[in-house]
């Protein structure tokens, strides 16, 4: 792809992350956010890491310190390397050692073969204490955000092997790295398969040391070719998926292979002796090596974003439909709570309303006995009849006359409270009825007890505050009757009367406090849940518009990316 192609593309990937981090805003897809930074780094800085990796005592740490241009590493004709060094680019130098326990601690340069090195006491019990040595060092190669790592390599011991093994994933490329006198051992073999493997790996570049021990040119090129051709024969046979055949493909078609000697290239640096340097091969190597890794940057980095933003978009469909049903689920199940509390409101309106035309149906009876007279109209003339009859001379009309006001009076005071008490029962039994409808209780508290409470607090239909029954005028013999019975009746319609007022007063605090409760909060839950209902319902709403705005936007931005990624 063209410089300028490149640079496009990189634009628009990082236009399109930036795009990106808005659109999981509206999912708190934050670990997904998190991870969009890292990527959003990785545009602007294309930090590559590539990896010497190859069986101990190949002159692995010797090529490392021959690109620094300098012995930083420790290499030594025993095994040298045992822990992890990353070289990084620092404008000082500086050397950091990361501990297994997490903690750190920053070392002097030349203090570094405690560390790193097996050679020794010192070196063997801190390496084994060591995640990684970070050094840092003005080396051209490193600028631009490339790191060189150095591993203790294969086969030495298993601990070395495992320590190597892992850094696998996370590298960007490697440097295998061989001997002309033994190269393509059945381990280095097996360890450029695991490499061709491994998804992440875009370039392996195949470094054959030592050919300062080879006879000459003649010599050389035919090493090399024969590493060529074994690394191939090996893994093709080797492979089987699709993909990696591929990735191998890629890689091996144009093996970029070199014959090199790193331990002539440092010695020739130390003596500047250019015609040594020329003889080790190391600069056209390094030069190669430069160009590789910095064009593979991009590239790289592209095709990490692409693979970071397929995976997070698929990884983003799926939490999408998964949030959406649950919002459906939820806006269902208020849905039908709502319903069920407009039915309950329904139905407590009518049923308060049948049961207080049930009461009050009860009510009037005991006061029409009053006011038609009912069954009080017999009891009262014959115990006016009685003392009628008790009547044997004028003298005596005036005590018989006071004895039939007071029975007349004590009959209608005791079938007065007799019918207040009913009237009283009929509404408690109502709202005990009321007690048998299911309904929402806040606060503890049901409709029901809430009624129970005004019928009892209410006051009774009240003592008898009549004034007694009282004869109007003198009375004579003959009238005694009449006015004695018209009395009684202007009595049993002022008891009706006082009756029906309690009754009205009743019914219009029952019909209040039903409605206060109600309102209160029947009404107020029913409230509640629309809000929730709607609440939900736009939540759906907005989830899906900004999921399918910001879902073709980012298709729209991905396609335009492939395309001119394909030209
Ligand atoms: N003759 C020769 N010796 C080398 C070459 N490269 C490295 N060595 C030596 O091989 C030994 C092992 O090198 P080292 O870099 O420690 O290997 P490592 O274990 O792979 O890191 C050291 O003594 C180096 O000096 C080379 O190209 N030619
Ligand atoms: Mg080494």
New binding site residues.
Partial sequence: MKAARLKSVEFKLYEYLINLRSFYDSLDAEDIIAGIGEYVELVKTRYYKIALI?V???????LLNALLGHGVLP???R???ATVNRVTFSPTEFAEVFFKDGTTREIEIDQLDDYVSKVGEVGRRNAAEIDEVVVGYPSVFCQNYIDIIDTP?LEDDERMTEITLKRIEEIDAAIV?MSALSPCSQSECELIVRLLKSRNIHDIVFAV??I??LDGEEDIGRVLKSVEEKVRHYAFQALDDEETIARAHRILDHMRIFGI????ALAAMRTNDRNLLKKSRFPGFQDELYKIVTSAQTTNMIAKVLAFVRDSIAELEGRYNARMLRLQAETETTERALRGMIRIREQMGAYVDGRLDEISRRCWERIDAFRFRGEHFLPIRSMILDRAARVRSPEDVPAQCAAACRAVDDHLRAQYKAAAADMRAAFLEGVSALKGVALPSPGGKTPAAELYEIVTDAPPPGAYDLAPLRLGGPVREGGLFIALEQAAFAQMSAVADRLDRWLTEMRGDFCRAFKRLDSAYLQEYQLALECAYEERCEAAEFLKMSYRRNRARSDLMFESIRSEMEI
């Fill in positions: 190859g101990f005592k190949r002159g692995k740490s010797s290499a030594d004709v095994p040298a390397t390599g790295v040391n030592f300062d021990c000697s790193p331990k002539e």
